[in-house]
């Protein structure tokens, strides 16, 4: 184990034994899925706060959204619950499954396979769940 490894370990085991003492009930509180617990923007909202609306001319919400999935993978797909999210909100701003398999392809070049191959999981189970939902 790594000195990093053994001081985030003790960092958490000393947040449960403080959580315990100050609620019992949380000693057995499992993280949730904060991909799940984020909401999903509605497309006209993610224009409007992040896309053409005030920049017109400029990228719109998809582009950008693609910008950052690719910015996420080529940094070596570590951030699961950040790349869900924005998998889920490029599909609401417009994106194919198909374009976005193709924006985390391409960043195998710069994050690597197993990076991409992560990404790609991630993506995976996000469209099939959007599929579902649809």
Known sequence: MTDFNALFQSMMEQSQDMAKSMNPAL???????????MPT??????EMSFGKTFNPGGLDAK???FVTLAALVAQGAQLDDQIKVTVRHALEAGATPQEIAEVIG???VFGGVPAMTQAMQLAQAVIAEHEEGS
Do not use: C, G, I
Request: hydrophobic share 50%; no cysteine.
């Open 27 to 37: 000693e057995k509180f499992q993280m949730p899925d904060f991909a799940a617990m």
């Open 41 to 46: 923007m509605p497309k006209e909202f993610m």
């Open 63 to 65: 582009t950008r959204l």
């Open 106 to 108: 391409q960043m195998s």
